[in-house]
């Protein structure tokens, strides 16, 4: 198992620019979510998703969009990036809502300038 | 929300063990305590989990307040590839759907 894949690993955009930060998971987990990390920080919630068809906004929703169409894939949308949004964005999984242990991504380091 | 509160900064020499504190005064019956830590440059790993009795696993153990307020986790030995950031979670439910709120964490720093 590949686990929990990102892509891309670095990005740079400039302010108002979109993009997607791809995310997969190849254990049929279906809870997903989205966290950010800003330095000296530990990480918040963005978006999270109970399984395919189903997603909610957590702790720092606005400026991202989700959706979730397939199990596997859980996308997070930048609409129009700001460099407020420069940050570590992490994708993680876990089996299912009331599961215990979580599995994180490698992490997508975005700057915004 | 759920908060727990942690030294920002330990140290440590290798094969020695490790006593990470945690405080968590909002507990609520229900919520799980979670570990987690990071290495640089690496997304969060699971360590371990608990809810109220004292956990063991290979990575480490998780000894639990008997009120529920503070937690800690053992490193038994400290080896150079235990030094990370060390998280502790609460894992709890609101509005219907269960959360994990990551606080700052703890920088360990494990001398040779």
């Known amino acids: 198992n590949a686990g929990v894949t990102q892509t891309p690993k670095f990005q740079v955009l400039k302010t108002g620019q979109s993009m997607t930060l791809q995310c997969a998971q190849d254990m049929n987990h279906e809870y997903m979510s989205w966290y950010r990390q800003d330095p000296g920080m530990g990480l918040r919630l963005i978006h999270y998703s109970v399984g395919a068809g189903i997603t909610d906004q957590g702790e720092v929703p606005n400026g991202y969009n989700v959706s979730r169409s397939t199990t596997e894939d859980f996308p997070l949308r930048l609409l129009s990036a700001a460099p407020s949004q420069t940050s570590v964005y992490f994708c993680?999984?876990?089996?299912?809502?009331?599961?215990?242990?979580?599995?994180f991504g490698p992490g997508t380091r975005l700057t915004v300038t | 929300d759920a908060k727990t509160t942690q030294p920002n900064s330990m140290e440590s020499n290798e094969e020695e063990p490790v006593h990470l504190p945690c405080n968590h005064s909002t507990i609520s019956g229900t919520d799980y305590i979670h570990w987690y830590r990071q290495l640089p440059s690496q997304g969060p790993e699971y360590v371990i989990h608990?809810?109220?009795s004292n956990v063991n696993n290979r990575m480490a153990s998780l000894a639990i307040a008997e009120d529920r307020k503070s937690s800690t986790l053992i490193l038994h030995r400290a080896t150079l590839r235990d030094a990370a950031v060390y998280y502790c979670i609460l894992r709890y439910t609101q509005g219907g759907s269960e959360k994990l709120v990551f606080g700052k964490g703890t920088k360990l720093t494990v001398n040779p």
């Open positions: 993680a999984s876990r089996r299912g809502q009331g599961a215990l242990e979580q599995y």
């Open positions: 608990g809810l109220t």
